[in-house]
């Protein structure tokens, strides 16, 4: 349910985004900021004001003194595609990885690529490290504003909520960004700099046009300029460039006063009017190019002087940063590119010339393998057709690191006809699509490819694996196993990848049949092709489906100890995050759940939950939810149940996937059952019951309805409302059809059902021998839950059995009962949420779990971690909170509620 793995990702790092302008640090030396850095210990220090206000040079000066004096400081440019959540989270990972072990990004090759989970499971392995990290850091992220990803933003969010004592993140932005800063403020973890204090004070304004001027100002033209400029660093820096070699000082002076126009277009105005018509011609030409080097800047512009008018261009201090130490890269600063360009249009340049240009910038670029800031300049001059030929060269690359985003936007850039003529990048974007979850946009670009690139041997099969991920993850699961069964007579000649994948997909299927013999010949013959080649997330599938059909057959010991064994190899080799590796998270905690390991399970969902979200089986993504809100609800947190409960069913409207909307509601349904709020439950069933939800799966199964589904619902109201005689034979009928396929777990649960239908119908004998015989069948396999979290009548039957001789063990009788005991809601402690927030959720976990008096060894297990990543965290947990022992947190655990 992935694509197979390539040959060559394909993606480099760009090193320039790693460190700040070679010449941004100005000669003014801001002394009042990095004083006011340095004494505050806020763990966001966030610079905004508008262009011209100097940013860059602030931050580079921060960061010069900071590594100056020892610390671990690391830098990052974004820009425009750095608003993608992978490329943002390659890029964070490179600069943080300069600086601190373990961050850096992790070669892509054939055995750990697992394109779906690119994005969301590099964030969580980021998330994971840096909580793991207790060593001090600066982290500086200049030009912010590039960034509006929702999901780049709350990344972002989240570091800055774990960062420890010493660890501080600088951001600088035209505009303040969408992060929480509210709660940062109050608790005096932020430090705000915006444009009055990045202004130049009189003092700052004479040495600085002292350092540039050979004859420096008297004191009534210095307080003019002052006046005038306000200390905008900008227009100070123009007023220089305008000033110098000029005698007629008093006259530029006079103009600004009298001057009603901005006073940046004055100036510039005035430098550009007295340079040399060619240098003037260049700045004017290269002001379209974000950035240029001499070479580019030769073939864009058809001329062989471009280093001499780049070196005139810096001796006049014009506005032009080096952005590379070790190659002659430059750009200008974006308030002098505005009105440079403003002048180009204005010169007379014809929109064909500005085409050509920026032309012969794509092409150069794109010979240059720089294929991404080409891909621009082509699509600026019209010509997608370049466009397209230079996003077929990184497309799939991007797809395989999880830049979904920027390939999205790509396609969105490039009329069909044009789209129709590169297959590869029709593939790429279709993957892309269907990882972002727009399943009909994946649909369009696939029926795009003509019918010749279609019987290419290499695209057919490329096709197969893409057309049956996009059906099992758009819930088209009947059309995905048709495509399976359709290349079944092909598998032969089928990349080893690929054959594997269809064997995955219809042992999915015969499970859904409950054909459960057939589902393991399938799952053999996946492994077989799989095994050789080293796909490891391929052979995740395979083993979480044999894991998947005990657990149907109400083995849930025998699942757990498959999906723990399997877990834990995955992460010894490397392979923590991923979505096949959630998959499997996925799994052991529904089987923890089942055997009642409550902390166990809600620890994995924590971890998991995210990447789940965004990269799994709708199947999974239910379950998940579910066990997570029946968690919640049963440590009495009902509301937060309803919020979790919520997001599943906003994903499923979202994704347009009825059936997950579906499941949201048949558990809010139990929920408004178990408060007692019969008319809420009500007002649901014809939801639930929606028939046009149901019809796409007549004669299949689905995984995540095996325990709960419509029946079972309509069962529960029935017991509320005591009205059970209609109810009963439907529940023996589906009894006698789950023994039929040997799902003995779905039977535990109609059993469960059966035997309190009967104590309200007064039948109390039958009730007791019904759920005798189904503990009896239940206790073996370990399970708990199936019976739990139906506890409408169960436990006056449970104590019942206690009281007289029973073939159930008393043993089994006292867990069932415990973990059938109705849980109270609890008021949440909101004053002490923001102390809690400071905590990351798996923090959260780890300090309820020690409160609980778990162990190192046992914390370690339950987390899969070694003792010493446990001993880390909590080095963390007791920085954050203050505490020093485990007696402190016991009480610092209670405090927040987390006990």
């Given at each position: 349910m992935h694509p197979p793995p390539p040959s060559n990702p394909g993606i480099r790092v760009n090193t320039r985004k790693l460190r700040p302008s070679y010449d941004a640090a100005g000669k003014v030396e801001r002394s009042r900021i990095f004083t006011l850095v340095d004494r505050s210990s806020a763990n966001l220090v966030l610079v905004t004001a508008p262009a011209g206000y100097g940013k860059t040079t602030t931050l580079s000066q921060l960061y010069c003194q900071m590594r100056a004096a020892g610390r671990a400081t690391c830098w990052l440019t974004v820009d425009a595609s750095d608003d993608d959540p992978g490329r943002f989270t390659f890029y964070l990972r490179a600069a943080l990885g300069s600086v601190l072990e373990g961050v850096d990004e992790p070669e892509i090759t054939a055995a750990n690529l697992d394109g779906s989970t690119a994005s969301s499971a590099r964030v969580q392995q980021l998330l994971e490290t840096l909580d793991l990290t207790e060593a001090p850091f600066v982290l500086f992220i200049d030009e912010f504003e590039e960034i509006a990803s929702t999901k780049v933003l709350q990344l972002l969010g989240e570091i800055v909520a774990g960062l420890s004592p010493g660890q501080r993140i600088v951001l600088g932005s035209r505009q303040t960004p969408d992060l929480p800063l509210g709660r940062l403020r109050v608790s005096g973890r932020l430090l705000e700099i915006d444009a009055d204090l990045l202004k130049f004070d009189r003092e700052e304004s004479r040495r600085y046009i002292a350092g540039r001027l050979p004859c420096a100002l008297n004191e009534a033209e210095l307080d003019t300029l002052q006046d005038r400029t306000d200390g905008w660093p900008a227009a100070l820096q123009l007023a220089a460039a305008a000033l110098t070699g000029r005698s007629d000082t008093a006259a530029l002076l006079e103009g600004l006063v009298a001057s009603s126009r901005n006073i940046s277009d004055y100036l510039a105005e005035d430098v550009l009017a007295r340079l040399p018509p060619r240098l003037c011609d260049f700045l004017l030409a290269t002001s379209l190019f974000d950035a240029f080097s001499p070479a580019m800047c030769d073939a864009a512009l058809g001329v062989t002087d471009s280093r001499e008018c780049i070196a005139a261009t810096e001796r006049d201090n014009l506005f032009l940063q080096r952005i590379d130490n070790d190659g002659p890269w430059y750009r200008y600063h974006p308030l002098f590119r505005e009105f440079l360009g403003t002048q180009l249009r204005h010169s007379g340049a014809t929109p064909e010339r500005i085409a050509t240009l920026q032309l012969n910038a794509a092409r150069w670029l794109a010979d240059h393998d720089k294929p991404f800031p080409a891909v621009p300049y082509a699509l600026a001059a019209g010509d997608q057709a370049l466009a397209a030929d230079i996003m077929s060269t990184r497309a799939t690359a991007l797809v395989r690191v999880g830049q979904f985003d920027t390939v999205a936007k790509w396609m969105a850039a490039i009329p069909d006809a044009i789209l129709a003529t590169h297959p590869n990048l029709l593939i790429a974007g279709a993957y892309a699509a269907t990882f972002l979850h727009r399943y009909g946009e994946a649909s369009r670009l696939i029926e795009l490819l003509p019918a010749e690139a279609q019987v290419d041997e290499r695209i057919s099969a490329e096709l197969v694996a893409l057309r049956i991920m996009l059906c099992a993850w758009s819930d088209r699961i009947v059309e995905a196993f048709r495509i399976g069964e359709s290349a079944r007579a092909n598998l032969s000649v089928m990349p080893p990848y690929v054959a594997g994948l269809i064997h995955n997909a219809l042992a999915y299927e015969a499970i859904g049949q409950g054909r459960d013999i057939a589902a393991m010949q399938e799952i053999a013959a996946a492994k077989h092709l799989l095994e050789p080649i080293g796909a490891v997330h391929a052979l995740n599938y395979s083993v979480s489906f044999e894991g998947a059909i005990a657990l149907l057959q109400g083995e849930a010991k025998a699942a757990r100890a498959r999906f723990e064994g399997t877990l834990e190899a995955i992460i010894a080799g490397g392979h923590r995050y991923t979505t096949s590796t959630a998959i499997v998270a996925a799994h052991l905690a529904e089987a923890l759940y089942e055997l009642n390991e409550i902390d166990a399970a809600e620890t994995l969902l924590i971890d998991y939950l995210p990447?789940?979200?965004?990269?799994?089986?709708?199947?999974?993504?239910?379950?998940?939810?579910?066990?997570?809100?029946?968690?919640?609800?049963?440590?009495?947190?009902?509301?937060?149940?309803?919020?979790?409960?919520?997001?599943?069913?906003?994903?499923?409207?979202?994704?347009?996937?009825?059936?997950i909307s579906a499941a949201s509601r048949i558990d809010k349904h139990r929920l408004a059952l178990l408060a007692g709020d019969l008319a809420a439950a009500q007002r649901l069933t014809p939801l639930i019951a929606d028939e046009s939800v149901w019809r796409p799966f007549t004669g299949f199964s689905t995984y995540a309805?095996?325990?709960?589904?419509?029946?079972?619902?309509?069962?529960?109201?029935?017991?509320?409302?005591?009205?059970?005689?209609?109810?009963?034979?439907?529940?023996?009928?589906?009894?006698?059809?789950?023994?039929?396929?040997?799902?003995?777990?779905?039977?535990?649960?109609?059993?469960?059902?059966?035997?309190?239908?009967?104590?309200?119908?007064r039948r109390r004998p039958q009730a007791l021998e019904t759920l005798e015989r189904a503990l009896a069948q239940a206790e073996p396999g370990g399970m708990l839950r199936v019976f739990a979290d139906e506890p409408w009548h169960l436990n006056e039957l449970l104590r019942a059995l206690s009281d007289r001789k029973c073939t159930v063990s008393p043993t089994y009788l006292q867990s069932m009962l415990a973990a059938a005991t109705k849980t109270e809601p609890v008021a949440a402690k909101s004053h002490l949420q923001d102390e809690a927030m400071r905590l990351s959720p798996k923090e959260g976990q780890i300090l309820r779990l020690l409160a609980e008096g778990h162990s190192n060894k046992e914390l370690a297990r339950k987390l899969f971690v070694t003792e010493n990543t446990v001993e880390t965290h909590l080095r963390r947990i007791y920085g954050k909170l203050g505490i020093r022992s485990r007696t402190q947190a016991v009480a610092r655990a209670l405090e927040l509620g987390l006990i």
């Open positions: 990447v789940i979200h965004d990269g799994c089986l709708p199947d999974h993504i239910i379950v998940t939810y579910r066990v997570l809100a029946r968690i919640q609800a049963q440590r009495g947190q009902y509301a937060k149940a309803l919020v979790t409960l919520d997001t599943l069913q906003d994903l499923g409207d979202v994704r347009s996937i009825p059936r309805e095996n325990l709960d589904d419509p029946l079972v619902a309509d069962v529960r109201q029935a017991l509320v409302e005591g009205s059970v005689r209609a109810i009963i034979p439907r529940l023996q009928d589906a009894i006698c059809e789950a023994s039929g396929h040997n799902r003995r777990r779905r039977v535990a649960r109609l059993q469960c059902l059966l035997a309190q239908a009967f104590e309200v119908a």
